[in-house]
Each structure stands twice: as C-alpha cells, then as structure tokens.
C-alpha cells in the first residue's frame, strides 16, 4: 500500500545534539513537507518541497535544515541552533489539487 | 491564501449530524476549501474539498455558499471515531504541489455517546 512513513515515532535528543528524522513517500508525489505542531497549536510549516534537489524555507526554518536527492525521501535535521525542538513533527507529500497524505509523525523530546 | 475562522469547540451527539462551520469571507476566485481532520497524536487526515459546488464523499458532504464566504462540512451520523480536530483551509491548489497549507487552531469537535 501506498503512504508515507516516518521514523522513529519518538526521538529523545541531548541539548547541543543534532538529530534527523526520517520521511520516506512511496505515493510518486511531487511536493514534500515538514510541519512542526505544539501541544494545542495548528501545524507550522518548515520546509517544503516540490522537486528533487529543491527546497524552500517554510514559516520556521530557523534551526532546521533538510536535503530532498530523491523524490522518495524528506528528511528533516533539527540541529543545536534549535532553540526549543521539543514538539511533534509532521511529514507530509501531495500531488497537485489531490490533498496531502501525512505521515504518523515523530514525536522529539529534548532531555 | 485566504485566513478562515472556525468555532473552537462543538459537541455532537453519537448519530447525529455535526456541522462544522467555517467563514472564509475574504476568499478569492480561484482559493478552493479543503478540510483535514486530526485524530490525537495522528497526522492530519484529508476529507474533502471544494471550489463553488458542494462535495459529498464517502467521509462527508461540503456545502459552500453561494457567495463563497462561509461552508460547512457535515459529517451525517456522527461516530465516536469522528472526535478530533478539524482543520478548514483556503487555498489555491497548483500541479506541481504549491499549496503550502496554513492550518489554523481548528475546531475541536467531541461526540457525546
């Protein structure tokens, strides 16, 4: 079955650490996305995507960096420059008019 | 893409029909409105999505108005399993995957046995 996955599902990160998640699409979608959401906030994008080796700069970027060399794979590094990375982090691709498929999502605690 | 505004919160009893409503009032011709919803601690689920005419899929119907400024998504026989957080947006939807969607706070819809 077609979707995307992300992983892992929980993350703990030492202050000062960077991390990456993992988002891999099998749908064939041009346009990828990472959205970070806080405990009772919408979701604030990131990064998108809408082709290989191209990216650009969401609401939220700052602390963040991302890579998209295949069409397949997102991944999203949240490093030492992210002043408060504790949240739950959405993946998510599309094609067009036909509506995001999101990922299960990771959930990045700092310790 | 234009802001839209939604009720925080609603009840619904079990098997009845919810209606979610949304106002869009400064939505432009060519923004159509999606709706996702948020089961806790899941990625945002798509539902459906309309331009002028109203949508009905298996999930759901959307009824827009005739003015555009304000829809409502109805959900008929409301399910436990429909208690989550809905999310209206407006966007313009391109092929190549330019809709970067702004998801609000959302209603947060609770059905009551």
């Known amino acids: 079955d077609g979707g995307i996955t992300q992983s892992p599902k929980y993350l703990f990160r030492k202050e000062g650490q960077n991390v990456t998640l993992s988002c891999e699409q099998n749908l064939n979608h041009d346009a990828m996305y990472w959205y970070r959401q806080d405990p009772g906030q919408g979701l604030r994008l990131i990064y998108y995507?809408?082709?290989?080796?191209?990216?650009q700069k969401g609401d939220i970027a700052e602390g963040y960096s991302v890579s998209r060399e295949k069409k397949e794979s997102f991944p999203l590094t949240v490093t030492s420059a992210q002043k408060n990375p504790t949240a739950f982090y959405l993946c998510?691709?599309?094609?067009?008019?036909?509506?995001?498929?999101f990922g299960s999502g990771t959930r990045l605690t700092v310790v | 893409d234009a802001k839209t505004t939604q009720p925080p919160s609603m009840d619904c009893a079990e098997g009845r029909a919810a209606n979610l409503p949304c106002n869009h009032s400064t939505i432009s011709g060519n923004e159509y409105v999606y709706w996702y919803r948020q089961i806790h601690s899941q990625g945002p689920q798509y539902i459906i999505h309309g331009l002028k005419n109203n949508e009905t899929n298996e999930m759901a119907s959307l009824i827009i108005t005739e003015d555009r400024k304000s829809s409502t998504l109805i959900l008929p026989h409301a399910t436990l399993r429909d208690t989550a957080v809905y999310y209206c947006?407006?966007?313009?939807?391109?092929?190549?995957?330019?809709?970067?969607?702004?998801f609000g706070t959302g209603t947060r819809l609770t059905i009551i046995p």
């Open positions: 995507s809408q082709i290989v080796n191209d990216f």
């Open positions: 947006i407006a966007v313009v939807p391109l092929y190549f995957g330019n809709e970067k969607l702004t």
């Open positions: 998510a691709s599309s094609l067009g008019a036909s509506g995001y498929t």
